[in-house]
Protein backbone atom coordinates (compact mmCIF):
# COMPACT_ATOMS: atom_id res chain seq x y z
CA UNK A 1 0.00 0.00 0.00
CA UNK A 2 2.89 2.42 0.76
CA UNK A 3 5.19 3.86 -1.77
CA UNK A 4 7.44 5.97 -3.28
CA UNK A 5 7.97 8.16 -5.72
CA UNK A 6 11.15 8.41 -7.33
CA UNK A 7 10.25 11.84 -9.15
CA UNK A 8 8.04 14.65 -9.27
CA UNK A 9 4.74 13.96 -10.94
CA UNK A 10 3.35 17.38 -12.62
CA UNK A 11 0.93 19.25 -10.24
CA UNK A 12 -3.25 19.02 -10.64
CA UNK A 13 -2.04 16.30 -13.42
CA UNK A 14 -1.61 13.28 -11.09
CA UNK A 15 -4.97 11.07 -10.89
CA UNK A 16 -6.91 10.60 -7.98
CA UNK A 17 -8.14 7.37 -7.11
CA UNK A 18 -11.68 6.29 -8.70
CA UNK A 19 -14.73 6.46 -6.34
CA UNK A 20 -17.16 3.94 -5.36
CA UNK A 21 -21.20 5.09 -5.91
CA UNK A 22 -21.84 4.97 -2.51
CA UNK A 23 -18.34 6.75 -0.75
CA UNK A 24 -15.27 7.12 -0.18
CA UNK A 25 -13.64 3.29 1.73
CA UNK A 26 -10.79 3.56 3.75
CA UNK A 27 -8.24 2.10 0.87
CA UNK A 28 -9.71 5.19 -1.17
CA UNK A 29 -9.54 7.62 1.52
CA UNK A 30 -5.75 6.45 2.09
CA UNK A 31 -5.01 6.16 -1.54
CA UNK A 32 -6.29 9.69 -1.71
CA UNK A 33 -4.04 11.02 0.60
CA UNK A 34 -1.10 9.31 -0.67
CA UNK A 35 -1.76 10.84 -4.27
CA UNK A 36 -2.14 14.24 -2.51
CA UNK A 37 1.13 13.75 -0.86
CA UNK A 38 2.83 13.26 -4.31
CA UNK A 39 1.63 16.33 -5.62
CA UNK A 40 -2.06 15.60 -6.36
CA UNK A 41 -4.67 18.37 -7.47
CA UNK A 42 -5.69 19.75 -3.74
CA UNK A 43 -7.17 23.17 -5.35
CA UNK A 44 -10.25 22.61 -4.61
CA UNK A 45 -9.67 21.99 -0.70
CA UNK A 46 -8.81 24.10 2.01
CA UNK A 47 -4.92 23.80 2.45
CA UNK A 48 -2.55 24.40 5.61
CA UNK A 49 1.05 24.08 5.76
CA UNK A 50 1.87 24.48 9.80
CA UNK A 51 -0.72 26.34 10.52
CA UNK A 52 -1.23 28.74 8.02
CA UNK A 53 -3.98 28.89 4.87
CA UNK A 54 -1.55 27.98 1.86
CA UNK A 55 -2.25 27.44 -2.38
CA UNK A 56 -2.54 24.03 -3.14
CA UNK A 57 0.29 24.82 -5.79
CA UNK A 58 2.46 26.63 -3.08
CA UNK A 59 2.45 23.85 -0.46
CA UNK A 60 5.33 21.73 0.49
CA UNK A 61 4.27 18.58 -1.48
CA UNK A 62 3.40 20.31 -5.20
CA UNK A 63 7.53 20.58 -5.20
CA UNK A 64 8.66 17.38 -3.20
CA UNK A 65 10.01 14.25 -4.51
CA UNK A 66 10.77 10.94 -3.40
CA UNK A 67 7.51 10.75 -1.37
CA UNK A 68 7.59 7.72 0.98
CA UNK A 69 4.65 7.33 2.89
CA UNK A 70 5.67 4.74 5.75
CA UNK A 71 2.25 4.97 7.75
CA UNK A 72 -1.33 5.97 6.99
CA UNK A 73 -4.55 5.94 9.13
CA UNK A 74 -8.13 6.23 8.06
CA UNK A 75 -12.01 6.55 9.57
CA UNK A 76 -14.20 5.64 7.15
CA UNK A 77 -16.99 7.18 9.00
CA UNK A 78 -15.44 9.86 9.32
CA UNK A 79 -14.24 10.47 5.73
CA UNK A 80 -10.75 11.20 7.26
CA UNK A 81 -7.13 9.55 6.72
CA UNK A 82 -3.83 10.77 7.57
CA UNK A 83 -0.50 9.57 5.90
CA UNK A 84 2.86 10.40 7.51
CA UNK A 85 6.45 9.84 5.62
CA UNK A 86 9.44 11.37 3.90
CA UNK A 87 10.38 13.39 1.38
CA UNK A 88 12.62 15.97 -0.18
CA UNK A 89 11.09 19.28 -1.56
CA UNK A 90 12.14 21.37 -4.40
CA UNK A 91 15.19 22.53 -2.72
CA UNK A 92 16.67 19.81 -1.90
CA UNK A 93 16.19 19.51 1.35
CA UNK A 94 14.85 15.88 3.15
CA UNK A 95 12.08 16.37 5.44
CA UNK A 96 9.13 14.50 7.28
CA UNK A 97 5.74 15.38 6.92
CA UNK A 98 2.27 14.45 8.05
CA UNK A 99 -1.13 15.52 5.87
CA UNK A 100 -4.70 15.02 6.63
CA UNK A 101 -7.52 14.91 4.05
CA UNK A 102 -11.16 15.03 4.19
CA UNK A 103 -12.99 13.97 1.21
CA UNK A 104 -16.07 14.77 0.89
CA UNK A 105 -18.93 13.60 -2.28
CA UNK A 106 -15.88 11.97 -3.74
CA UNK A 107 -13.26 14.76 -3.66
CA UNK A 108 -11.13 16.25 -0.89
CA UNK A 109 -12.17 19.34 0.95
CA UNK A 110 -9.17 19.60 3.53
CA UNK A 111 -5.38 19.39 3.20
CA UNK A 112 -4.33 19.88 6.46
CA UNK A 113 0.25 19.55 6.27
CA UNK A 114 2.44 19.47 8.84
CA UNK A 115 6.39 19.78 7.39
CA UNK A 116 9.48 19.47 9.22
CA UNK A 117 13.43 20.19 8.41
CA UNK A 118 15.98 19.39 10.26
CA UNK A 119 15.88 22.15 13.33
CA UNK A 120 12.75 22.85 12.46
CA UNK A 121 11.97 20.15 15.98
CA UNK A 122 13.95 18.53 18.68
CA UNK A 123 14.54 15.37 16.88
CA UNK A 124 14.68 14.45 12.90
CA UNK A 125 15.05 11.37 11.22
CA UNK A 126 18.86 9.93 11.25
CA UNK A 127 18.06 8.93 7.29
CA UNK A 128 15.45 8.46 5.36
CA UNK A 129 13.01 7.29 4.35
CA UNK A 130 11.50 5.96 7.90
CA UNK A 131 10.73 2.28 8.17
CA UNK A 132 6.98 1.63 8.78
CA UNK A 133 5.83 0.17 11.65
CA UNK A 134 3.10 -3.05 10.41
CA UNK A 135 1.05 -2.84 13.94
CA UNK A 136 -0.73 0.20 12.94
CA UNK A 137 -2.43 -1.76 9.71
CA UNK A 138 -2.59 -5.19 11.62
CA UNK A 139 -6.09 -5.77 12.81
CA UNK A 140 -7.00 -6.32 16.25
CA UNK A 141 -8.91 -9.67 16.96
CA UNK A 142 -12.56 -8.58 17.87
CA UNK A 143 -12.35 -9.90 21.50
CA UNK A 144 -9.73 -7.38 22.39
CA UNK A 145 -10.96 -4.33 20.56
CA UNK A 146 -11.42 -1.23 22.14
CA UNK A 147 -14.46 1.42 21.70
CA UNK A 148 -14.38 4.39 20.22
CA UNK A 149 -15.09 6.74 22.65
CA UNK A 150 -12.71 4.35 25.17
CA UNK A 151 -9.77 4.68 22.57
CA UNK A 152 -9.98 8.57 22.81
CA UNK A 153 -10.47 8.79 26.48
CA UNK A 154 -7.32 6.69 26.53
CA UNK A 155 -5.15 9.36 24.03
CA UNK A 156 -6.63 12.51 26.32
CA UNK A 157 -5.43 10.13 29.25
CA UNK A 158 -1.68 10.78 27.65
CA UNK A 159 -2.00 14.05 27.05
CA UNK A 160 -3.16 15.12 30.33
CA UNK A 161 -0.51 12.32 32.06
CA UNK A 162 2.27 15.22 30.56
CA UNK A 163 0.39 18.29 31.37
CA UNK A 164 0.11 16.50 34.90
CA UNK A 165 3.80 15.14 34.19
CA UNK A 166 2.85 11.97 35.48
CA UNK A 167 1.89 8.82 33.51
CA UNK A 168 0.30 6.36 36.19
CA UNK A 169 -3.40 6.49 34.95
CA UNK A 170 -1.65 5.26 31.45
CA UNK A 171 -2.45 1.74 31.24
CA UNK A 172 0.43 0.60 28.66
CA UNK A 173 1.97 -2.51 26.73
CA UNK A 174 5.34 -3.62 28.56
CA UNK A 175 6.70 -3.54 25.01
CA UNK A 176 5.09 -0.47 24.00
CA UNK A 177 7.04 2.37 22.19
CA UNK A 178 7.23 6.44 21.23
CA UNK A 179 8.41 6.73 18.00
CA UNK A 180 9.52 10.78 17.54
CA UNK A 181 9.65 11.92 13.86
CA UNK A 182 11.51 8.50 13.08
CA UNK A 183 13.40 7.94 16.21
CA UNK A 184 12.47 5.60 19.29
CA UNK A 185 12.29 7.07 22.34
CA UNK A 186 11.39 4.16 24.89
CA UNK A 187 13.48 1.21 25.83
CA UNK A 188 16.52 2.87 23.80
CA UNK A 189 20.19 2.93 24.78
CA UNK A 190 19.97 6.38 25.85
CA UNK A 191 16.62 6.10 27.26
CA UNK A 192 16.54 2.49 28.75
CA UNK A 193 14.31 2.58 31.41
CA UNK A 194 11.56 4.98 29.23
CA UNK A 195 8.44 4.00 28.96
CA UNK A 196 5.49 4.90 27.00
CA UNK A 197 3.96 6.06 30.64
CA UNK A 198 6.91 7.42 31.66
CA UNK A 199 6.16 11.07 31.51
CA UNK A 200 7.82 12.66 34.25
CA UNK A 201 10.24 14.45 32.26
CA UNK A 202 7.57 16.58 30.74
CA UNK A 203 7.35 19.13 33.46
CA UNK A 204 8.44 21.77 31.30
CA UNK A 205 5.16 21.23 28.98
CA UNK A 206 2.22 22.60 31.27
CA UNK A 207 -0.88 22.56 28.20
CA UNK A 208 -1.51 20.26 25.39
CA UNK A 209 -4.68 22.07 23.41
CA UNK A 210 -6.38 22.23 20.55
CA UNK A 211 -7.08 18.37 21.05
CA UNK A 212 -8.70 17.05 17.80
CA UNK A 213 -9.22 13.30 16.71
CA UNK A 214 -9.95 13.14 12.76
CA UNK A 215 -9.23 9.18 12.83
CA UNK A 216 -10.81 6.40 14.71
CA UNK A 217 -10.02 2.83 13.40
CA UNK A 218 -11.65 0.32 15.99
CA UNK A 219 -10.92 -2.30 13.72
CA UNK A 220 -7.39 -1.76 13.77
CA UNK A 221 -7.07 -0.07 17.04
CA UNK A 222 -5.56 2.60 15.76
CA UNK A 223 -6.64 6.69 17.29
CA UNK A 224 -4.97 9.63 15.59
CA UNK A 225 -4.78 12.92 17.67
CA UNK A 226 -3.65 16.24 16.70
CA UNK A 227 -2.55 18.61 19.03
CA UNK A 228 -0.58 21.63 20.18
CA UNK A 229 1.97 21.17 23.03
CA UNK A 230 2.16 25.08 24.73
CA UNK A 231 5.99 25.16 25.70
CA UNK A 232 6.65 28.53 27.86
CA UNK A 233 9.98 29.44 28.40
CA UNK A 234 11.39 28.11 31.50
CA UNK A 235 14.22 26.91 33.19
CA UNK A 236 13.63 23.40 34.46
CA UNK A 237 15.84 21.82 37.33
CA UNK A 238 16.76 18.38 37.05
CA UNK A 239 18.51 15.51 38.86
CA UNK A 240 20.36 13.52 37.00
CA UNK A 241 22.91 10.75 38.66
CA UNK A 242 22.85 12.74 41.84
CA UNK A 243 23.28 16.20 40.39
CA UNK A 244 21.15 19.18 40.12
CA UNK A 245 21.09 19.92 36.71
CA UNK A 246 18.89 23.05 35.08
CA UNK A 247 18.01 23.23 31.46
CA UNK A 248 16.99 26.21 29.53
CA UNK A 249 13.36 26.05 27.68
CA UNK A 250 12.65 28.76 24.34
CA UNK A 251 8.86 29.63 23.93
CA UNK A 252 7.55 28.17 21.44
CA UNK A 253 4.59 25.39 20.18
CA UNK A 254 4.76 21.91 19.50
CA UNK A 255 2.37 20.97 16.55
CA UNK A 256 1.78 17.44 16.55
CA UNK A 257 -0.09 14.29 14.69
CA UNK A 258 0.26 11.81 17.29
CA UNK A 259 -1.24 7.73 16.38
CA UNK A 260 -1.96 5.49 19.12
CA UNK A 261 -2.11 1.38 18.64
CA UNK A 262 -4.72 0.19 21.30
CA UNK A 263 -5.57 -3.26 22.17
CA UNK A 264 -6.98 -4.92 25.41
CA UNK A 265 -7.66 -1.78 26.89
CA UNK A 266 -3.26 -0.35 26.89
CA UNK A 267 -1.85 1.88 24.60
CA UNK A 268 1.04 -0.88 22.34
CA UNK A 269 2.18 1.52 20.28
CA UNK A 270 2.75 5.58 19.67
CA UNK A 271 3.80 7.11 16.99
CA UNK A 272 4.69 11.07 17.08
CA UNK A 273 5.12 13.24 14.16
CA UNK A 274 5.90 17.04 15.05
CA UNK A 275 7.00 20.51 14.18
CA UNK A 276 8.19 23.27 16.17
CA UNK A 277 5.76 26.75 16.03
CA UNK A 278 5.60 30.03 17.14
CA UNK A 279 4.49 30.25 21.27
CA UNK A 280 0.71 30.08 21.67
CA UNK A 281 0.08 29.45 18.11
CA UNK A 282 -3.58 28.85 17.02
CA UNK A 283 -4.42 26.20 14.34
CA UNK A 284 -8.07 27.50 12.80
CA UNK A 285 -9.73 23.87 12.16
CA UNK A 286 -12.52 22.77 13.56
CA UNK A 287 -12.39 20.13 16.48
CA UNK A 288 -14.91 17.74 14.28
Request: proline fraction near 5%; include cysteine.
Amino acid sequence: MFRTTGALAPFLLLALPAFAQDGCDRTCLIDTATALAEGGDASAARVTENGVETAAAETWGAGASGIHVHNAYADAAAGQAIVVGTGTGADGAPAIFGLRVRVEDGAPTEAEWLVTHDGEASLFPREIPVATDGRFEETVPEDRRVPRDRMIELANTYFDGIELSDGAALPVDADCNRVENGIRMTHSERFPDMHCNTLGLFTYIPVVEQRRFPVVDEERGVVVAIVMFQIPEADIERVVNGETTVRHYDPRSLYLFEAFKVSDDDVDQIEATMRDLEFEQQIDWPAE
